[in-house]
């Protein structure tokens, strides 16, 4: 089946399910431990119900969101997801350009394969944001932060919910591990998926050599295949809201901490000058048991008022999807796996299809709801008995000029 064929973001996650060796696949669509997370992170969609206004002039509805004074055409954006290469050829690039010709914004992971200075070349005029995975090495950590600012990155996502490594099993059952090693097993299943071998492993070999997380330590290059990766990976236990305050003194342009989930956390992120954050649980792959972003909106939208633009992800797969979240008081929504399905399913174009079908979905939904603008989309259009929503308690206004209820 092409990518082209695909109706919904379902449909691209079957196609790139064949097309992927096991090792790449689980790595892409695993949550941890039981999957507890990940798959409540769906589940909790199912709870949210919509009450729509019926006969209502919809002709002229968009979905274009303003955040900081920049428009974007569509009320979400693309996540940054760590060697993203495995998936499509050169992935971060082909995102990067599908975001933008999208006009919506594209993060970067740190754990690219690609130089972050490639892709601010390759896909020049987009909204690009960089994620850190922050050192504890404030050298070495200042040294990335530079590199982006340099690049143009117009926003850093310092990512805070991965302290230690999750402890993904299928992973190691795949012998999927960094440093990373071959096996016999792995070998065979990319020998049983041809199309990927060749344009994707093989491509990549020939086009750039061994993959490598360039962004990461500039002594190594961080070969997916050598060790020293794993010391910048595991050396995060000691990060906290301290060091958010230092990036803050050397990154002058929007900073937002991505992986909170309470309240009191998005006040720390506030107090700490974080201009907003990513409300996430990292679409399952951390801690197991944790809560859903959309659990926690209502509650941090309350306590945040207009301090923080507010970002969500995790588990978005359908425009109705997102929608609910930007009626919970989400000011954007971000996507992982959507559009990496994309990628696996058809590239660049893959990517560009995936981004589509939310788009179109949105405003599907947004018609038939009776909403005109994202600024319509309220807690008044949702049922959902067991979160907590009060519709009319008193007003905050968010950063991005939303207009908010508290809850
Ligand atoms: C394959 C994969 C790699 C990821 N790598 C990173 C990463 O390098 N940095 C980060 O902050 N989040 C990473 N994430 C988490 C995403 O940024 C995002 O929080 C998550 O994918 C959202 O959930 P969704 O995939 O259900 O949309 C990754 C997610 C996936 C699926």
Not at 299 to 310: C, F, S
Not at 392 to 398: I, K, L, Q, S, Y
Request: with cysteine; net charge positive; proline share 4%.
């Amino acid at each position: 089946m092409s990518f082209r064929a695909a109706l919904n973001i379902a449909d691209l996650h079957r196609i790139a399910k064949k097309r992927l060796p096991r090792v790449a696949y689980e790595f892409l669509a695993g949550g941890v431990e039981d999957d507890v997370t990940l798959a409540n992170n769906r589940a909790v969609f199912e709870r949210i119900r919509f009450r729509p206004r019926t006969l209502v002039n919809v002709a002229a509805r968009s979905q274009q969101v303003d955040i900081f004074g920049r428009t974007f055409n569509c009320p979400f954006g693309i996540a940054p997801t760590g060697a993203a290469g495995l998936y499509g050829f050169a992935a971060d690039i082909a995102l990067a350009r599908a975001a933008r010709d999208a006009g919506i914004p594209f993060v970067l992971s740190t754990a690219s394969f690609e130089p972050l200075e490639k892709v601010a070349r390759e896909a020049a005029g987009g909204a690009l944001w960089f994620q850190l995975y922050m050192s504890k090495d404030r050298d070495a950590a200042k040294a990335l932060v530079l590199r982006a600012l340099e690049a143009g990155y117009e926003a850093l996502v310092m990512t805070s919910d991965v302290v230690v490594q999750a402890n993904r099993e299928y992973n190691t059952r795949n012998g999927f591990t960094i440093p990373f090693r071959m096996n016999l097993s792995n070998m065979i299943d990319g020998a049983l998926h041809p199309r990927w071998l060749c344009d994707v492993f093989l491509r990549t070999l020939f086009d750039s050599g061994v993959p490598r997380f360039r962004n990461l330590d500039t002594n190594t290059g961080g070969r997916i295949i050598a060790k020293p990766i794993e010391e910048f990976r595991t050396q995060r236990e000691t990060l906290n809201w301290d060091d958010v305050r230092w990036l803050r003194e050397i990154w002058p342009r929007k900073l937002y901490v991505k992986g909170v989930l309470r309240a009191d956390d998005a006040q720390h992120a506030a107090d700490s000058g974080a201009d907003g954050i990513f409300i996430s649980n990292h679409g399952g792959r951390q801690l197991d048991g944790a809560i859903s972003p959309i659990e926690a909106l209502p509650e941090i939208r309350a306590a945040a008022g207009r301090r923080l633009t507010l970002m969500v992800d995790s588990g978005f797969r359908r425009g109705s999807d997102i929608v609910k979240a930007l009626a919970l008081g989400a000011d954007m929504v971000f996507v992982g796996r959507a559009t990496l399905y994309g990628i696996a399913a058809g590239g660049e174009p893959g990517a560009a299809h995936a981004i589509n079908i939310l788009r179109t979905e949105i405003h599907r939904v947004m018609a038939l709801l009776g909403c005109s603008s994202i600024r319509e989309l309220t807690p008044d259009i949702l049922a959902c008995p067991d979160l907590a929503l009060t519709p009319d308690a008193p007003a905050g206004e968010a950063i991005s000029g939303r207009r908010v209820r508290a809850i």
